[in-house]
Structures are given as C-alpha cells and as structure tokens.
DNA sequence: TCTTCGATTGTCT
DNA sequence: GACAATCGAAGAA
C-alpha cells in the first residue's frame, strides 16, 4: 500500500452503478473507531440500479429507509435486516437516482486484532466472506448511515488500493433477490474476485515484498 | 393496528 | 440441506 492512503474522490462514485461495483473490487474499506484502524481489501460487490429494478429496495419509490440511495454519490447508505444485520453500500450516481453497491465481502488487512474479537469463534477466513460478517467484523452499524465515504477524516471511507486485472473478476446473478422476478433475478450484477486468487496473489507481493 | 417478510448467518442433522 | 433467530419497514386492512 502507498505510504499516505489516498481517498477515492466523489467522481469516482458518479458514475454508473455497474461500473462502479466492478471498479470498487480491490478498493480499501476503512473504518476507524476507538482510535483504531480496521481495513479490508473489498473482493465482491452487487449493483442495484433504480426504482425499476425490481431487486432494488428503492423499487416502491422513495420511502424513509431508502432516502439516502436518493441523495449524493459517494455516501453509504446502511440499513438493517432480518432483525439483527447491517448491510453497507456505497451511494452512486446522480443526486435524484437511487442506486447503490452492496460490499458483500473483504479481505482483513489492518486491525486483525479487533476483527478477531468482533467475530469471535470464526477462523479468518469467514471473517468477511458475507455483507453482515464484513460489517460485524468492522463494528458497522446503522450510525454511520449517510457518512461520507470521500472525506480523509471520516470514520468511514475507502482508499484506494490495487488495480486487480479483469479478467480476474467473476459476474454472477444477485444473491437472495428471488422475489424480483425476472429479467432482474437474472442479471449479473454480482462483481467478485475468488478468495484464493487474492490470497495467492497477496502471498506473492508480500514475498517480493511489494505492499 | 395487523401481517408479512427480508440485499443473512450460524447451528444442527 | 434445513431451519431458527429476531425486529423494523412497508403494505394491507
């Protein structure tokens, strides 16, 4: 990693949301609390484009829990589910157009400590191999909902990190959206690099000591 | 007010 | 592979 983190600017999240998800993979996830750093490298992401996109919570139009898909790109958009999990997004696109990307999964970088104690009883690996293990391990909650993702002294950002190639990126369709009917169960917009193409990747730059 | 159900996870068989 | 956990949002009544 370069010595002073950069911030990946607002421009970078106005744009369209399918191009976004696929261009936060490699990107740094940050959250700092407690006075400590917790990072992980993002490794797979959904799109969810619109009011017509039927898997999309912004389907039934602007409704209080949706506001923060409507509002400025590059803010998260945090909400809760099934009674006891947070999902974190990023905001893309225009003020107006709810759009967003779902992290559904990282790779522990920095604060190894802390994720370990958040997620007490799993081995590393499934740390943050899903969207509510990834916020449980980094102690995301529903109060850094709206928090800009572009500020350097925002609790909750993300930097940038490496450019992994292409052809590394898997599509596949969207994960426990089989209400949405189709073409929308359907559409490949689930973004992700196989974990063990990272970590066999990580393991070589670390040894030739490229970090 | 009542009812349904979810962008999930962990445990148990 | 099945299923319970757990509760707020959203739609129906």
Same mark, same amino acid.
């Given at each position: 990693?370069?010595?002073?983190?950069?911030?990946?600017?607002?421009?970078?999240?106005?744009?369209?949301?399918?191009?976004?998800?696929?261009?936060?993979?490699?990107?740094?996830?940050?959250?700092?609390?407690?006075?400590?750093?917790?990072? !992980?490298?993002?490794?797979? !992401?959904?799109?969810?484009?619109?009011?017509?996109?039927?898997?999309?919570?912004?389907?039934?139009?602007?409704?209080?829990?949706?506001?923060?898909?409507?509002?400025?790109?590059?803010?998260?958009?945090?909400?809760? !589910?099934?009674?006891?999990?947070?999902?974190?997004?990023?905001?893309?696109?225009?003020?107006?157009?709810?759009?967003?990307?779902?992290?559904?999964?990282?790779?522990?970088?920095?604060?190894?400590?802390?994720?370990?104690?958040?997620?007490?009883?799993?081995?590393?690996?499934?740390?943050?191999?899903?969207?509510?293990?990834?916020?449980?391990?980094?102690?995301?909650?529903?109060?850094?909902?709206?928090?800009?993702?572009?500020?350097?002294?925002?609790?909750?950002?993300?930097?940038?990190?490496?450019?992994?190639?292409?052809?590394?990126?898997?599509?596949?369709?969207?994960?426990?959206?089989?209400?949405?009917?189709?073409?929308?169960?359907?559409?490949?917009?689930?973004?992700?690099?196989?974990?063990?193409?990272? !970590?066999?990747?990580?393991?070589?730059?670390?040894?030739?000591?490229?970090?």
């Amino acid at each position: 990693m370069t010595s002073v983190p950069r911030i990946l600017p607002r421009a970078f999240y106005d744009r369209p949301v399918l191009e976004v998800a696929r261009d936060l993979l490699g990107q740094v996830l940050v959250h700092e609390f407690n006075g400590q750093v917790l990072r !992980t490298c993002i490794l797979e !992401t959904e799109a969810y484009d619109g009011e017509d996109d039927q898997a999309c919570h912004a389907r039934r139009g602007k409704t209080p829990r949706v506001v923060p898909m409507y509002e400025e790109a590059g803010h998260a958009f945090i909400y809760f !589910t099934y009674g006891m999990h947070w999902l974190l997004n990023a905001v893309t696109g225009a003020v107006g157009y709810p759009a967003a990307v779902l992290i559904r999964a990282a790779y522990p970088l920095q604060g190894l400590t802390q994720m370990a104690q958040n997620r007490a009883g799993q081995p590393f690996a499934h740390w943050c191999d899903g969207p509510a293990k990834l916020t449980r391990a980094l102690a995301i909650d529903g109060s850094l909902n709206t928090c800009d993702l572009c500020q350097a002294n925002s609790p909750l950002r993300i930097e940038t990190g490496w450019e992994l190639p292409q052809e590394w990126v898997r599509r596949s369709p969207r994960i426990g959206i089989d209400y949405a009917g189709e073409p929308w169960r359907s559409l490949p917009w689930r973004l992700d690099i196989p974990y063990a193409r990272f !970590t066999d990747w990580m393991a070589h730059t670390e040894q030739q000591g490229v970090s």
